[in-house]
T-cell receptor, first 114, second 110 residues
Framework: KAGVTQTPRYLIKTRGQQVTLSCSPI?????VSWYQQTPGQGLQFLFE???????NKGNFPGRFSGRQFSNSRSEMNVSTLELGDSALYLC?????????????FGPGTRLTVL | AQRVTQPEKLLSVFKGAPVELKCNYS??????LFWYVQYSRQRLQLLLR??SRESIKGFTADLNKGETSFHLKKPFAQEEDSAMYYC????????????FGQGTTLQVKP
């Protein structure tokens, strides 16, 4: 099976702009979770989508949003970018079967805000 | 508060020495505990989880609910074990959420 893919791999934006990141999960996986990774805060959970519904949300401002499509692909959007949004954004997919919660991570999208 | 603490940012050992990467967690309830690893230029991947009680690449981790710890151990470190290790917890009911520690870089010297 192909792994989780994320596009684009690198992005450079300026303050005030908005950005959309894309994540394609492993085939058959219906859950997609998003994380922000920074040197200072580490890996922080943003939100999870399952069957096109947001099921869980981390402690991030409303500028961070997402959605999931019927084919389980997910997008994450950040509006009104701030310098502090510069980070590696990881998505992970999971089959969410039973109580098993192994998440498979993508390579990440490196966002730089200037 | 839900929190995972890895007290060491860097752990440096010689090849063949025992390794223990510490992880303590704070959670009221019975979470799932995991160790994830990230080798150089590779993506984050699951190393092991407490419910399986298995040994992966010689690593084991025992969940101690009394001490709320989930330390990762290996009796003899190998150079290929050099990587970043993250301890993580998942709340019960399979929420798709992982709470990560800050990570520990393991450096195994020849």
């Amino acid at each position: 099976k192909a792994g989780v893919t994320q596009t684009p791999r690198y992005l450079i934006k300026t303050r005030g702009q908005q950005v959309t990141l894309s994540c394609s999960p492993i085939s058959g996986h219906r859950s997609v979770s998003w994380y922000q990774q920074t040197p200072g805060q580490g890996l922080q959970f943003l939100f999870e989508y399952f069957s096109e519904t947001q099921r869980n949300k981390g402690n991030f401002p409303g500028r961070f949003s997402g959605r999931q499509f019927s084919n389980s692909r997910s997008e994450m959007n950040v509006s009104t970018l701030e310098l502090g949004d510069s980070a590696l954004y990881l998505c992970a997919s999971s089959s969410r079967t039973g109580n098993y919660n192994e998440q498979f991570f993508g390579p990440g999208t490196r966002l730089t805000v200037l | 508060a839900q929190r995972v603490t890895q007290p060491e940012k860097l752990l440096s050992v010689f090849k063949g020495a025992p390794v223990e990467l510490k992880c303590n967690y704070s959670y009221s309830g019975s979470p799932e505990l995991f160790w994830y690893v990230q080798y150089s230029r590779q993506r984050l991947q699951l190393l092991l989880r407490h419910i399986s009680r298995e040994s992966i690449k010689g690593f084991t981790a025992d969940l101690n609910k009394g001490e709320t710890s989930f330390h990762l151990k290996k009796p003899f470190a190998q150079e290929e074990d050099s990587a970043m290790y993250y301890c993580a917890l998942s709340p019960p009911s399979n929420t798709g959420k992982l709470i990560f520690g800050q990570g520990t870089t393991l450096q195994v010297k020849p």
